[in-house]
């Protein structure tokens, strides 16, 4: 089983940046891709920021040139920078990582509000 933990959400006034951490523990080599998804109040959860064991990405279309997802593999831990954050980024983010089952972070708040 994987464990995940985050860190690093928090109040932004528009504009401004905050980075995600998510640092996985437990069976980390059965992990084949990790990323962060979110759910904004009344809206369905979506996918913000992926990144696959061998480093290949991908950003939901609303984020794209804005965040930027990276992993540290000597730490077990990925990273999702935020930048020109904007209102509509409110809501609960949640890491996952994809082994054989799906694992959650228990998610963090990012408020984006002046």
């Known amino acids: 089983q994987v464990q995940l933990v985050e860190s690093g959400g928090g109040l932004v006034q528009p504009g401004g940046s905050l980075r995600l951490s998510c640092a996985a523990s437990?069976?980390?080599?059965?992990?084949?891709?990790m990323g962060w998804y979110r759910q904004a109040p009344g809206k369905q959860r979506e996918l913000v920021a992926a990144?696959?064991?061998?480093?290949?990405?991908d950003y939901a279309d609303s984020v794209k040139g804005r965040f930027s997802i990276s992993e540290d593999n000597a730490k077990n831990t990925v990273y999702l920078q935020m930048d020109s954050l904007k209102p509509e980024d409110t809501g609960v983010y949640y890491c996952?990582?994809?082994?054989?089952?799906?694992?959650w972070g228990q998610g963090t708040q990012v408020t984006v509000s002046s």
């Open positions: 990144i696959t064991t061998g480093g290949s990405t």
């Open positions: 437990g069976s980390i080599f059965s992990i084949a891709a």
């Open positions: 996952y990582a994809q082994s054989g089952a799906w694992a």
